[in-house]
């Protein structure tokens, strides 16, 4: 079981997150889209500042300020379960999409 982190207020995080098995998946136009509405959906729910997105193949890192009170692994697990039943959907696949855990550091 995973120590939970201790994390500061009004810090910038760099996070990032990594397709299963390195499929390029952000080479697909529909992929991006799809993730740049759930980023928008999510900062809107959440709130929170994003800067420095970054999209290359398989790999989606940026870097991410929470609001006071709010918690980032929350955060980064709602974007991590949504996005993925969304593509599904969309393309017809079932099954992960994320091949690692939420790598986060300051």
Same mark, same amino acid.
């Given at each position: ?20 098995? /390195?499929?390029?998946? &952000? ?5 991006? *889209? ?6 928008? +959906?999510?900062?809107? %729910?959440? /709130? &929170? ?6 999209? +290359?193949?398989?790999?989606?890192? &940026? ?5 006071? /009170? ?7 697990q709602w974007?991590?379960?949504t996005f ?8 017809? %696949?079932? /099954?992960?999409?994320?091949?690692? %855990?939420?790598? *986060?550091?300051?």
């Amino acid at each position: 079981m995973h120590k939970p982190r201790k994390l500061d207020q009004n810090v910038w995080y760099k996070v990032g997150s990594e397709i299963n098995i /390195g499929e390029p998946l &952000f080479k697909l136009p529909m992929a991006k *889209a799809l993730l740049h509405s759930v980023l928008l +959906e999510t900062k809107a %729910r959440y /709130g &929170f500042e994003m800067r420095g997105l970054r999209l +290359e193949g398989a790999l989606l890192s &940026f870097y991410i300020k929470p609001d006071d /009170g709010l918690e980032l692994p929350e955060i980064m697990q709602w974007i991590k379960q949504t996005f993925p039943v969304r593509l599904n959907v969309l393309t017809g %696949r079932t /099954g992960h999409v994320w091949g690692d %855990r939420l790598n *986060a550091s300051r």
